[in-house]
């Protein structure tokens, strides 16, 4: 039998991209673990899905901060175009 893990959905939001032609849409999903146990591969809680049109990238292992934080980078670059600096 198949275990499934289920998360709680903290943040997700949808957002046309002002920097891609044809209406690209931008998805943002911040996922929180609920039966989450601390390992060395998983450190926190969270994961983070970042879509750019029909593109996936996720992200586990996450803190709450880390995730929110890279949310918002993701959304400065891809919807207006500005690539914060990481340090």
Do not use: W
Request: hydrophobic share 35%.
């Amino acid at each position: 039998m198949k275990e499934e893990t289920r998360y709680v959905v903290v943040e997700d939001f949808e957002q046309d991209s002002d920097v891609y032609q044809g209406g690209a849409k931008i998805r943002v999903t911040v996922r929180r673990d609920i039966d989450y146990q601390p390992s060395r591969f998983m450190a926190d809680p969270y994961c983070l899905d970042l879509r750019v049109g029909n593109q996936l990238i996720s992200h586990y292992g996450l803190s709450e901060i880390g995730a929110r934080e890279a949310a918002c980078r993701f959304l400065l670059q891809h919807v207006k175009g500005i690539a914060p600096v990481l340090h």
